[in-house]
T-cell receptor
Framework: DTAVSQTPKYLVTQMGNDKSIKCEQNLGHDTMYWYKQDSKKFLKIMFSYNNKELIINETVPNRFSPKSPDKAHLNLHINSLELGDSAVYFCASSQDTLTGGGNQPQHFGDGTRLSIL | AQSVSQHNHHVILSEAASLELGCNYS??????LFWYVQYPGQHLQLLLK??????LVKGIKGFEAEFIKSKFSFNLRKPSVQWSDTAEYFC???????????FGPGTRLSVLP
């Protein structure tokens, strides 16, 4: 069984469209994350939720809005897509937060490759 | 603003060689430090993290990292690499409030069989 699953795996769309990427984890974890990796492999954390509450919100355009309906899901909605949004987006989950003292590992999804035409 | 540098862009080793990947950060306050690995085909994994206490941190797959506060460094080590360690390695740091999470540019490790 997949622990962290993201859908879709690939997303090709035009500039200006609105799209969502879904993420679900079946590990019972309390914390979920979204990361972005651009074409130069530069990684950036975008958001983190703990028990449906936003705890990390890095400098990300307002067009990006995470939504956590329950602690097993963290979806990412992007409005008015731009060329620079082309990247691979990774979802992850962990039992504790990044600043928690535990050694629980993060589990990552396989990524969603978003391509903007 | 925080920044993270990784000394080597690409490291090539033979199997059984010892590995050390450099990571330096710039932030004067208390930090949390991380090493991530990304295998070919994109799969990301957290190798280890440091919060406080013993500056020598043991991670998964035989990796360890040492936090040297005076040098602002958090180098990753493994005594004997395997072909399956071929991957991209990212160092990351955030401040103790959990914000300002910054990744380094990554080091590509190629292990020759």
């Amino acid at each position: 069984d997949t622990a962290v699953s993201q859908t879709p795996k690939y997303l090709v769309t035009q500039m200006g469209n609105d799209k969502s990427i879904k993420c679900e984890q079946n590990l019972g974890h309390d914390t979920m994350y979204w990361y972005k990796q651009d074409s130069k492999k530069f990684l950036k954390i975008m958001f983190s939720y703990n028990n449906k509450e936003l705890i990390i919100n890095e400098t990300v355009p307002n067009r990006f809005s995470p939504k956590s309906p329950d602690k097993a899901h963290l979806n990412l909605h992007i409005n008015s897509l731009e060329l620079g949004d082309s990247a691979v987006y990774f979802c992850a989950s962990s039992q504790d937060t990044l600043t928690g003292g535990g050694n629980q590992p993060q589990h990552f999804g396989d990524g969603t490759r978003l391509s903007i035409l | 603003a925080q920044s993270v540098s990784q000394h080597n862009h690409h490291v090539i080793l033979s199997e059984a060689a010892s590995l050390e990947l450099g990571c330096n950060y710039s932030y004067g306050g208390t930090v949390n430090l991380f090493w991530y690995v990304q295998y070919p085909g994109q799969h990301l994994q957290l190798l280890l993290k440091y919060f406080s206490g013993d500056p020598l941190v043991k991670g998964i797959k035989g990796f360890e990292a040492e936090f040297i506060k005076s040098k602002f460094s958090f180098n990753l080590r493994k005594p004997s690499v395997q072909w399956s360690d071929t991957a991209e390695y990212f160092c990351a740091v955030n401040d103790n409030y959990g914000q300002n999470f910054v990744f380094g540019p990554g080091t590509r490790l190629s292990v020759l069989p």
